[in-house]
């Protein structure tokens, strides 16, 4: 059974810094691109950031770049997202998802989804 499992969410004051994981279990995770989206209430799902399967590049939205980090540890079959300088507009619930094929933040294109991790911050 394909699983992803995020955690790490919490509710933090702006400024501050939360680090979020995604545990993979049931496909060859090493094979897979791994995305962080975010969903506000109201709003569509977004992508916030990628890392490729291989050699480790990374695509960030413009809104989070210099902010967070995204990595991956292929043995332990995870994926990061530290997220520094956390603003307001950061609130969402953030998920993981892993697509085999093509590059990119479509969340269309992605075959597999976690639950999500719900991420506040207060002003």
């Known amino acids: 059974e394909v699983q992803l499992v995020e955690s790490g969410g919490g509710l933090v004051q702006a400024g501050g810094s939360l680090r979020l994981s995604c545990a993979a279990s049931?496909?060859?995770?090493?094979?897979?691109?791994i995305g962080w989206f975010r969903q506000a209430p109201g709003k569509e799902r977004e992508g916030v950031s990628c890392?490729?399967?291989?050699?480790?590049?990374?695509y960030y939205e413009d809104s989070v770049k210099g902010r967070f980090t995204i990595s991956r540890d292929n043995a332990k079959m995870t994926a990061y997202l530290q997220m520094n300088s956390l603003k307001p507009e950061d609130t969402a619930v953030y998920y993981c998802?892993?697509?085999?094929w093509g590059w990119g933040s479509d969340p269309n294109e992605y075959d597999y989804w976690g639950q999500g991790t719900q991420v506040t911050v207060s002003s």
């Open positions: 998802a892993a697509r085999l």
């Open positions: 890392i490729s399967s291989s050699d480790g590049s990374t």
């Open positions: 049931g496909f060859t995770f090493d094979d897979y691109v």
